[in-house]
T-cell receptor, first 116, second 109 residues
């Protein structure tokens, strides 16, 4: 079944630790995205990728990095976690091309990160 | 700058109709999306409008007026399971989604 997966679902970690949030999709999509969302607030785009070896920064500088070595895998790494990174992180994917069917983004279940 | 405005919270009664408004100012326009997000869950797609007018899909309809920078989501025959946040998002000239903060809809019996 085509889907988008994120692990871990919940993570509590201490300040200064390096963490990687995993995102994989079996949708066959070229485009993938990472968003950060605080409760009751809008989604902020952190990074996006339009294909293998293509990564771009979004409008939110979160001191994170991403890689896209395989089409289906788009991990997000925080080199040194800080309490300000406490948030929900959502991964999404969409198809290439034009029109609603391509623009629609499918979301993973999210990772709720708490940095103490 | 780019801006999406929608009410923070609305309350409606089970079985009734509710209209959630969204106004936007963005750099270019390549369509407007509505997503539903239950508490603690990921957003799920509801509708996409790129031309003016009303799109109906079951109990949910979405309207767009590009000249007014305005859209609304209309929910009919409300059910308790419709209690969720409804997110308005506009695709800008770079084909990036600009998101509103969402409208939390509370359904009362």
């Amino acid at each position: 079944e085509a889907d988008i997966y994120q692990t871990p679902r919940y993570l509590v970690i201490g300040t200064g630790k390096k963490i990687t949030l995993e995102c994989s999709q079996t949708m066959g999509h070229d485009k993938m995205y990472w968003y950060q969302q605080d409760p009751g607030m809008e989604l902020h785009l952190i990074h996006y990728s339009y294909g293998v070896n293509s990564t771009e920064k979004g409008d939110l500088s979160s001191e994170s990095t991403v890689s896209r070595i395989r089409t289906e895998h788009f991990p997000l790494t925080l080199e040194s976690a800080r309490p300000s990174h406490t948030s929900q992180y959502l991964c999404a994917s969409s198809a290439s091309g034009q029109g609603a069917g391509s623009y629609e983004q499918y979301f993973g279940p999210g990772t709720r990160l708490t940095v103490t | 700058g780019q801006n999406i405005d929608q009410p923070t919270e609305m309350t409606a009664t089970e079985g009734a109709i509710v209209q959630i408004n969204c106004t936007y100012q963005t750099s270019g326009f390549n369509g407007l999306f509505w997503y539903q997000q239950h508490a603690g869950e990921a957003p799920t797609f509801l509708s996409y409008n790129v031309l003016d007018g009303l799109e109906e899909k079951g109990r949910f309809s979405s309207f767009l007026s590009r000249s007014k920078g305005y859209s609304y989501l209309l929910l009919k025959e409300l059910q308790m399971k419709d209690s969720a946040s409804y997110l308005c998002a506009v695709m800008d000239s770079n084909y990036q989604l600009i998101w509103g903060a969402g409208t939390k809809l509370i359904i009362k019996p």
